[in-house]
């Protein structure tokens, strides 16, 4: 299945699947990525720890990356990256682009916001200043930063959040995709939509018969990994993720651990991002196929032998759990760059198994 989506230049390729799983490949202008991938998070215009040549480079080989239209726009700010010709020159990353819509920050920011209809006032986590965000203003920032995809303005209420609390953020975020979806956007600039819903299926399903009749690029899954239970999640997953049409790409926000992947993989989502293994990387914690690996431990204070035998990354192949389990104790910056590279490459490898799974034994679309 090949299917020209509405923006221009791009273009979803579902080769084959397994189930509900797929793969295939998400075309843009800036690049072709193959699905599913995980896309590394890059908040501030950068992945924590790496440079866009160790991204790029093989075994880690990231295709997409993401960048965080709150924090940009507050620092260093649309005039700086305006100037510099959009995030992608800024940040020296030719490959494309996923921007948020800040909502999920701004949301967060629980005593500093107000909610109301049109849009969100907040202060600045970093200097108090206030400030307004819209559907309108939202689109606006990204298309400054020039991603290739833009995220709709949307609000994630909390996983705990009562059915009124809920249904209010369903209602709000109907609303602001269509605003979004009015937005001019700057030629290549593909559009996602997001469904929330909670962890209720009815909701999610009902929500997506708003969603998807606005006619974006692609459709992506909100509000989750939001304090539910993993359970919960699944059942969401499970349930609800393969009733997306299957001519967009599918996206899970925010998740997750690499088992979170693969049971959403298979669920039928397409993309997914998360902070896990960039945050997780700069506190001792490491992915690896015998098992999570607390660099900190004192039994690895003499082990010479690599991080993770089966990994081809340069962490694994030049240095030993002992020489990493060092840098970390004594705070040295390459601890963190080490440890970054490793788990990145880890995810990257993860999906790249579970694509080549479905490639072999799914069937032909």
């Known amino acids: 299945m090949r299917v020209d989506l509405p923006t221009a230049g791009f273009t979803l390729e579902i080769e084959r699947v397994l ?106 986590h970093i200097d108090g200043s206030r400030h307004r965000l819209t559907p309108e203003v939202s689109l606006h920032i990204q298309g400054v930063l020039g991603s290739d995809i833009a995220m709709a303005f949307d609000q994630c209420p909390p996983g705990d959040a009562p059915p009124p609390v809920q249904e209010r953020a369903l209602a709000r975020t109907t609303a602001w995709a269509a605003r979004s979806a009015a937005v001019a956007r700057p030629p290549g600039q593909a559009l996602f939509g997001i469904v929330q819903g909670g962890v209720d299926l009815e909701r999610r399903a009902r929500h997506a018969e708003a969603i998807v009749p606005i006619g974006f690029d692609g459709h992506a899954i909100g509000g989750l990994s939001v304090g539910e239970p993993i359970a919960d999640m699944y059942r969401v997953l499970d349930g609800f993720a393969h009733t997306l049409p299957a001519d967009r790409p599918r996206y899970l926000m925010g998740v997750g651990t690499p088992a979170d992947l693969e049971h959403g993989v298979m ?99």
């Open 19 to 124: 189930g509900n799983a797929r793969a295939g490949w998400l075309h843009t202008p800036r690049g072709s990525i193959p699905l599913p991938v995980f896309m590394p998070v890059g908040t501030q215009g950068t992945v924590k720890a790496m440079t866009p040549g160790e991204l790029e480079a093989a075994p880690l080989d990231a295709r997409i990356i993401l960048g965080n239209t709150y924090h940009l726009y507050l620092r260093p700010g649309l005039e700086i990256i305006g100037a510099a010709g959009g995030l992608h020159r800024f940040a020296g990353w030719d490959r494309p682009i996923l921007t948020d819509s800040g909502g999920f920050q701004v949301f967060s920011l629980a005593g500093i916001n107000k909610i109301d209809d049109d849009g969100v006032t907040f202060q600045s």
């Open 267 to 365: 669920a039928g989502v397409d993309m997914f991002d998360c902070v896990m293994p960039t945050r997780n990387a700069r506190n001792g914690n490491l992915f690896t196929s015998e098992g999570r690996v607390v660099i900190t431990n004192a039994k690895h204070k003499v082990d010479f032998g690599p991080l993770d035998p089966d990994c081809p990354c340069t962490t694994c192949t030049r240095h030993s759990k002992a020489y990493l389990r060092h840098l970390h104790v004594a705070k040295e910056i390459l601890a963190a760059r080490l440890a970054t590279l490793h788990n990145l490459t880890f995810y990257a490898r993860h999906m790249r198994r579970l694509r080549e799974r479905i490639l072999s034994e799914g069937r032909p679309v």
